[in-house]
């Protein structure tokens, strides 16, 4: 049987390369929200309040790019789980077949 074989090793990068991407976005995140609190409490006037409002939208980017690396963790984890089952069942099916000649099933 060939096809598409999921590369076990390249899926467990990935995951890495997510997780630290999630980290990062969410440091970066609080980053941004602190400065929009500062911002306001610094600056009353207009000016002000727009750098807040700016850093208050930013943050929300942040914090929805973040929950998406989240879903995508997620996803990764499903999908080594999946193949890793694959994997399981076809070595199984390959040990009970083992014992059995073709010519048996016939």
């Known amino acids: 049987m060939s096809g598409v074989k999921i590369d076990l090793a390249a899926v467990q990068s990935a995951e890495s390369v997510v997780s630290g ?4 976005m969410e440091g970066v995140t609080q980053k941004i929200l602190a400065q929009a609190g500062l911002s306001e409490a610094a600056m009353k006037a207009p ?3 727009i750098t807040s409002s700016t850093f208050s939208g930013l943050g929300g980017g942040g914090k929805a790019l973040s929950e998406t690396l989240s879903e995508l963790q997620a996803d990764l ?8 089952s694959g994997s399981d069942q076809a070595t199984a099916a390959a040990k009970t077949g083992a014992g059995s000649s073709v010519a048996q099933g016939m």
Do not use: D, Y
Not at 21 to 24: L, N, P, Q, V, Y
């Open 47 to 49: 000016a002000g309040q």
């Open 77 to 84: 984890a499903s999908l080594r789980a999946t193949a890793e």
């Open 21 to 24: 991407a999630i980290s990062e």
